[in-house]
């Protein structure tokens, strides 16, 4: 069993739609969570972090960890097509992260 | 400030040749990460440097390669002798404080072994 997974997708939207993002993991010991964006042929770039159960909120993003559940999500209001990119759940533990498999969102015009 | 930047952006290779993939950081960052990406699976961590040494090295797939920062600066990462299983992208990081909330990648050198 994998310690994350995420659906790889691929999610089409229209521009303007709320995109929902999803993560589960399995290793209560990871302490901190993050969403990057990665481009094609770019690396990742941090989204959002969080360390504690709740929502944060940055903008058009909102990053939501439900330790209980041992679930994240990432929202993304107002959706546009610049948006269109993997996006790939990372998870913290002492120096390692380890991430998902990444969705695939297109938005579409 | 520059990112974190890689060498080559690409490489072929055949089985068997070796190959050496660099890494420059962001000037002044202490920590240095090793990330792999094969086809169709997930980011998995190599290693992680602060300064010259190797704190973590728990992810390096098996002695084939060889990762090493001389003076604190720039790294090396080699694959001697490649195997097809090695192809993948090749993910650099760095970070200035530890324990880091995220780090800054580079771009990937994309590995081909043939």
């Known amino acids: 069993q994998k310690e994350v997974e995420q659906d790889p997708g691929p999610l089409s939207v229209p521009e303007g739609a709320i995109v929902s993002l999803n993560c589960t993991y399995s290793n209560s010991a990871f302490q901190y969570f993050m969403w990057y964006r990665q481009y094609s042929r770019k690396g990742p770039e941090l989204l959002m972090y969080t360390y504690s159960s709740g929502n944060k909120e940055d903008g058009r993003f909102t990053a939501q960890v439900d330790k209980s559940s041992k679930y994240i999500s990432l929202f993304i209001r107002d959706s546009q097509p610049s948006d269109s990119a993997t996006y790939l759940c990372?998870?913290?533990?002492?120096?390692?992260?380890?991430f998902g498999t990444g969705t695939r969102l297109q938005v579409t015009l | 400030e520059a990112g974190v930047t890689q060498f080559p952006s690409h490489s072929v290779i055949e089985k068997g040749q070796t190959v050496t993939l660099r890494c420059d950081p962001i000037?002044?960052?202490?920590?240095l990460y090793w990330y792999r990406r094969v086809m169709g699976k997930e980011i998995k961590f190599l290693l992680h440097?602060?300064?010259?040494?190797?704190?973590?090295e728990s992810g390096m797939p098996n002695n084939r390669f060889l990762a090493e920062r001389t003076g604190g600066t720039y790294s090396t990462l080699k694959v001697q002798p490649a195997e097809l299983e090695d192809s993948g992208v090749y993910f650099c990081?760095?970070?200035?404080?530890?324990?880091?909330?995220?780090?800054?990648f580079g771009s990937g050198t994309r590995l081909t072994v043939v």
């Open positions: 990372a998870m913290r533990q002492a120096s390692k992260l380890t």
């Open positions: 440097f602060v300064k010259e040494s190797k704190q973590d």
């Open positions: 990081a760095s970070s200035q404080d530890y324990p880091s909330y995220g780090y800054t």
């Open positions: 000037s002044g960052h202490d920590n």
